[in-house]
Each structure stands twice: as C-alpha cells, then as structure tokens.
C-alpha cells in the first residue's frame, strides 16, 4: 500500500487522514499554521455531510457541541419575516470545534504543525518537495488539501484564473448566554432591501451564537488588514439600524477573532490530479459560501478517494475514477452556488421567494 503525504490540516485534510487512519494506510500531515491556530467561522452540515463524518468521528461528541436546526427563517432588515421552511437534519457547529474533533482521531506523531512544503518540480512520474528545513517529504502519494488558493494547484496549473466573487463576508461568534436564551434552533437571515446585504445567526449552544454579513463587494468595501475596532465600526454603520435582534449582537461582540473572508472561485476546474499529486476539498473544487456544501464535499472526496486506494489499483488510474465520481456533482454545486449569489445581489423584491442557501443535488 502506498505511503501518503497530506498537505494541510484543515477539515479536508483531517477528514481524509481519519479515513486513512480506520483503513491502516500509511500516512503523514504537514500543516503550516500552529496547532493553537484555530481562528475561523462555522459550519452548515446537510444530512450527507454528517452521514459521512459518522464514518470517522463518533458523532455523539459532535452533536454535543454543535445545534440541529430547525427551520429557516427568512427576514426584512426591519424584522418582518418573508418566509420560512423546515430544514432536516441540518447541522451547525464551530470550525474549531470541527476541527478539535476530527484531530482527536490523529496520532500526534503523523502530524508535523508549523511545516510549510514547497513543490519544486515532477522527476519519473513523482513530485519533488522539500519541508521548510530542507528536508525532502518522501511519500508515493500527496494529497493537497491546502485550501482554495492552493499554494500546490497554482504552481502546478500556472495558466489557472482565480476571480474575486462579487461577495465577500465577516463572521464571528460571541459568547453571551442572554441573548442565546432568546433564539430557538433556527437558521435566521436578514436581507436588506436593497439587495446585496445581509446578515445570518445561528445558535451554537445555549451561550454561544455565531454571526456573519455578506456584502456586495461593488457596494461596501472592507480591508483584510482592518483592526478589530474598524470592523467593529464597518457592521455598525451597515447594520446598526436593523432589526433589535441584530444590534444587540452587534453591540455585545468582540471583534478580535472576527474573520473578514474573501472569497474566490476558479473560472474553470483544474484537473484534480496531477502525477502523483491529488487534490481534495477546496484546493480541488473551492466552492462559494452560499452553497453550504464545503465541508460535506471535502467528506465526501476523502470517503470516494479512500475506497478508490482499497482498491489497490495503479494511482492513475486511482486518481481518474476519483475525478469522474467527483467532477460532476461539484459543477452542480458551482453553478447552485452561482444562482444563489445571483438571487443576493438583487433587491428583495426581485429575488425568488422561499429559496434555501444550501446548495443539494
């Protein structure tokens, strides 16, 4: 059996060092950022997505931390709701708690953090890499699942067009039991009614609740090197005078984790594999946010990709099946993705009525 390199500790590479854990094939991460480094948002998981993270995790740890939701309720920036619908086995949960429990699952000695690899070209078929310390990473396979702007993909696809999504988001969770007690297991959504303005909550637990706004970059603008006091100040002047709910959340929350996120998508997929090098999860198929569908595909390749190995077929081959049972669903999430954002960026009277923001085949 083959001995696996994986580049990247995020939910798609724990997620597919789990699969490789349960199936005793020989494997190694190498993550860039510090183990401590948890910052990030949190997570929509349809029913699929937990289906397949039952496989590795054991799913009651997950579902003490994280909230099935119940409905989605759609609202005016006023508070009028618009609509609503009953979501099924939906799930909400923290990224760093995603995180905390997939690496639970991972031997501390097959993983390096604060390991950063760099691809210096292809010899006989193999990639030639060496870690930070010079040190060449010998394995026969690598799996890069080192996010969106794969450092990996670009050197190896150099002609690939990467383009700024007309959206871009800040998200942040605060911890304030009162207003908690408040929200039932709802997905809420307030949308302004202009267009191209909103602001989501979700209630993680019965204290904490994570937040996030999406902006039409065209419209409002906002610097990833903004302090937390002008973030602060950005929400305040684009939502402060919205429904009470949200200028509470406002007023109590912190702003020194919140994660302003830009967000890119490939005019074209690459191919998902390249010699011996592989990509899973956003560093194959970065997807847009308003699909909800990031986490249960980086699942979902790690599984396919997994079985494919058990197989015992040459890595060719291996890596083609891979790319024809994957390619398709992911072209239909980027094209919901697309309609989604479409719907955002109109005026509210001109968006479809009782539209979900998750993406499903």
Not at 74 to 87: A, R, T
Request: aromatic share 10%.
């Amino acid at each position: 059996m083959y001995k696996v390199a994986i580049i990247g500790a995020g939910v798609s590479g724990l997620s597919m060092a789990n699969y490789l854990e349960k199936n005793n094939i020989d494997y190694h991460i190498y993550e860039r950022r510090t183990q401590n480094d948890l910052k990030g948002h949190g997570f929509i998981l349809p029913k699929e997505g937990i289906e397949y993270l039952s496989n590795i995790i054991n799913i009651d740890d997950l579902y003490k931390k994280g909230q099935f939701l119940k409905k989605y309720l759609h609202y005016h920036q006023n508070g009028e709701i618009l609509s609503e619908k009953d979501l099924e086995d939906v799930f909400v949960v923290s990224r760093s708690t995603l995180i905390e429990i997939l690496a639970e699952g991972i031997p501390s000695d097959k993983i390096s953090y604060d390991t950063t690899v760099t691809l210096n070209g292809f010899s006989d078929g193999k990639s030639c890499i060496t870690l930070n310390d010079g040190t060449p990473l010998e394995a026969d396979m690598v799996i890069a699942s080192d996010g969106s702007r794969s450092r990996i993909r670009r050197k190896i696809f150099e002609d690939e067009k990467m383009k700024a999504v007309l959206e871009n988001e800040v998200v942040n969770i605060i911890e304030n039991e009162e207003i908690a007690s408040r929200l039932e297991n709802n997905f809420l959504k307030f949308h302004h009614e202009d267009g191209g303005l909103t602001f989501g909550v979700l209630k993680l637990s019965s204290t904490k609740i994570l937040w996030y706004c999406q902006f039409d970059i065209t419209k409002f603008f906002i610097n990833e090197d903004y302090t937390p006091d002008c973030i602060k100040q950005f929400i305040v002047d684009n939502f402060g005078d919205w429904n009470p709910l949200i200028s509470s959340i406002i007023n109590d929350s912190s702003y020194e984790n919140a994660h302003i996120w830009r967000v890119y998508e490939l005019e074209k997929l690459n191919p998902f594999y390249h010699e011996n090098i592989v990509f899973i999860g956003d560093a194959a198929h970065p997807l847009i946010p308003f699909t909800s569908q990031g986490v249960t595909s980086a699942l979902k390749d790690s599984y396919v990709l997994t079985n494919l190995l058990l197989e015992g077929n040459n890595l060719p081959e291996t890596f083609q099946k891979y790319e024809e049972e994957r390619k398709a669903e992911i072209e239909i999430h980027i094209k919901n993705g697309r309609t989604l954002l479409n719907q955002f960026l109109l005026p509210l009277n001109e968006q479809q009525k009782n539209t979900l923001p998750i993406s499903y085949k």
